[in-house]
Structures are given as C-alpha cells and as structure tokens.
C-alpha cells in the first residue's frame, strides 16, 4: 500500500509538471479554467463563481483545453482522468 501510494503520487507529480509545462500553449481563459480546476483543484462552481461564467462555461472551456492538449499529448487524456479521479 505504502509503495502504491508513493508510486502515484511520483506519477502525478510528473504529470502536474508536463501538464503546467503544457498549458502555455492554451488560450488566457482556457488556461485559466485549467489551472483552476487541476492545478489549484477547485470544482466547477467554484470557478464559475470566481471567474463570473457559468458552469457550463467552465467545463466548455476544460474540453477546450483538454482537445488541444491532446494534439500535443495524445496520453494527456489518460492522465488527467486519473488525476480526476482523484479530485473524489
């Protein structure tokens, strides 16, 4: 048990690096829907209310980050589920 949680958090933490390192090629508002939602770990209430969009808007912009992501990172999607799953 002890190894598989450090193990996941190594793992994670390679992916947090590669994923920040990422996301300078994103749009302002799509990077910052990203940052708020991976990096800082906040739901998408609490950036629609931080941000003045609605929900629906915040997770548009996720799918937005998380498409052009994936022209670069083609396993990005792998590892922003497990990051997801996470968040609980």
């Known amino acids: 048990k002890w ?3 450090v193990l996941h ?5 390679e992916v947090l690096r590669h994923l ?3 996301r300078a090629k994103l749009p302002v508002k799509t990077k ?9 770990n906040k739901s998408y209430q609490q950036i629609a209310e ?3 969009i609605s929900i629906h808007t915040a ?3 996720k799918i937005r980050a998380i498409k ?4 670069q990172f083609p396993y990005i999607v792998l590892s922003l589920y497990m990051l997801e799953q ?3």
């Open 3 to 5: 190894e598989q949680t």
């Open 9 to 13: 958090k190594m793992i994670e933490a």
């Open 20 to 22: 920040v390192a990422a």
């Open 32 to 40: 910052r829907v990203f940052e708020m939602f991976y990096i800082e």
């Open 50 to 52: 931080e941000l003045d």
């Open 59 to 61: 997770k548009n912009q």
């Open 68 to 71: 052009i992501l994936r022209k």
């Open 86 to 88: 996470n968040k609980g």
